[in-house]
């Protein structure tokens, strides 16, 4: 089998002196106070350095003799600033009250809500037909102009029909784009490799959902037209070593969006930056392996990954062979 020839930098791997990333996103779970006969559910929030947050809530109903319905409360949130809000049903089915207008909407997969928010105030019932999965993003409009662009902001507001504070419309999305919203924070991932991977996701997210939606690939064909060093880039992401450059700060450097950064990066390399160089931080470890003795749990942390299990299974995933075989094979 034969591998890539580029030079991989590796000095950095087993410098003892080199702090290892930690997870920067918090995460506190609530459970809901389902009479233990009824259910058991829990939502997850997760909040990220950027302003972006997101709600993961899971209800799993486990007695037959359960209600058909059950009203899960009222919930009022008002946001520090206005933010953009997509709400995916990944499982299951709620009703979706608008306690300010009274506007009711069944939540199902398939279809995904799409807001501009200033304040929360909705009701929520479940249906119990089927357990239930959903998860929630939130990002201050202020960070989707960042990540988007000002000129690009108004053109996808306009595609999902919701032009004006206060508006909420849902939209038919294949669960091809939205389910991939429901694995974005991955357990075997951390420190910034993990905070990479949740963006791109994200992001990957909001372009495919409005390229779906558009008439015209408005953000390909923009993105196409820009004028950026694309093989300048890529010979940085090559030299990358140690902490993991925010997406944000690598866009601001080519002066443009982290959206169209992330899109004419794969039009020309068919794979994400995190992609990118979560592959080349395995070829590195391949290297590393070859020439050094460093543990093997010291390099899976040092690269990303929360346990050496999970670096095992990336790492035979793409070679074809465990990092302890290639070792001993060397060393034979």
């Known amino acids: 089998m034969s591998f890539s020839s580029v030079t991989h930098k590796i000095d950095w791997l087993f410098d003892e002196h080199l702090p290892t990333t930690v997870w920067s996103g918090s995460l506190e779970k ?3 106070p389902y009479p233990p006969e009824w259910a058991i559910g829990y939502s997850e929030h997760i909040d990220f350095h950027d302003g972006i947050s997101m709600v993961k809530a899971f209800h799993n109903f486990t007695n037959e003799d359960r209600p058909s319905e059950i009203p899960l409360g009222i919930f009022n949130v008002q946001p ?8 995916i049903m990944h499982k299951g089915c709620l009703n979706f009250i608008n306690n300010k207008n009274k506007d009711k909407i069944i939540r199902m997969p398939g279809s995904d809500l799409f807001g501009r928010i200033d304040n929360i105030d909705i009701t929520q019932i479940l249906f119990t037909d089927e357990d239930i999965s959903l998860t929630a993003i939130f990002i201050p409009e202020v960070q989707l102009i960042n990540l988007i662009g000002l000129n690009e902001i108004e053109i996808f507001y306009k595609n999902l029909g919701i032009l004006n504070l206060g508006d909420y419309n849902q939209i038919k999305i294949p669960q091809t784009i939205s389910n991939k919203i429901a694995n974005c924070t991955p357990s075997h991932l951390n420190g910034s490799l993990r905070q990479l991977f949740a963006n791109s996701v994200i992001l990957q997210y909001l372009i495919e959902v409005n390229i779906y939606i558009s008439s015209m690939d ?15 880039l890529h010979t940085e992401l090559l030299q990358v070593t140690g902490e993991i450059p925010k997406l944000s700060d690598i866009a601001k450097k080519y002066n443009v969006t982290p959206f169209k950064l992330n899109q004419i990066f ?39 990954y929360s346990h050496v299990n999970h670096f095992i299974t990336a790492f035979k ?4 062979v465990t990092p302890g075989s290639l070792r001993r094979k060397d060393k034979d």
């Open 30 to 32: 609530v459970s809901y």
């Open 266 to 304: 794969f039009e020309n390399y068919n794979q994400s930056i995190y992609n990118f160089l979560a592959n080349q931080r395995l070829d590195q470890a391949y290297q590393c392996l070859l020439k050094t003795d460093i543990p093997m749990k010291t390099l899976a942390h040092k690269i990303g």
């Open 218 to 232: 408005i953000f390909k064909n923009n993105s196409s037209n820009s004028k950026i060093d694309i093989t300048g």
């Open 317 to 320: 995933n793409k070679f074809n």
């Open 80 to 87: 520090v600033i206005p933010s953009f809000t997509s709400h």
